[in-house]
Nanobody, 120 residues
């Protein structure tokens, strides 16, 4: 499975961005798609995930109510709509694919990352 993330950029606090992650290859093996982020000097953290077939969604407490994860199976693409962005959301965002049902860890495939910078 190959993952290509896009959509990052620079935005002011309170603004919005939408990230995309296009999957290719053995996409039939994917059960869960997730987004993670890593800020400078911090460990990578879970942001959100979605069931590839059923569409169940999961969020970190820090983004709940502000971020929305969705998928378009016809396009093999997962999106992360980020609203009400805060400076603390600044990080490199990675999409990932899991071939088992674990939500917050154990992902098998990773995209290259896209930078999100929120200015105050």
């Amino acid at each position: 499975v190959q993952l290509q993330a896009s959509g990052g950029g620079l935005v002011q606090a309170g603004g919005s961005l939408r990230l995309s992650c296009a999957a290719s290859g053995r996409t039939f093996s994917i059960l869960i798609m997730g987004w993670f982020r890593q800020a400078p000097g911090k460990e990578r953290e879970f942001v959100a995930a979605i069931g590839w077939s059923g569409g169940s969604t999961y969020y970190a407490d820090s983004v709940k109510g502000r971020f929305t994860i969705s998928r378009d199976n016809a396009k093999n693409t997962v999106y992360l709509q980020m609203n009400s962005l805060k400076p603390e959301d600044t990080a490199i965002y990675y999409c990932a694919a899991n071939t088992d049902s674990r939500i917050r860890f154990g992902y098998d495939y990773w995209g290259q990352g896209t930078q999100v910078t929120v200015s105050s």
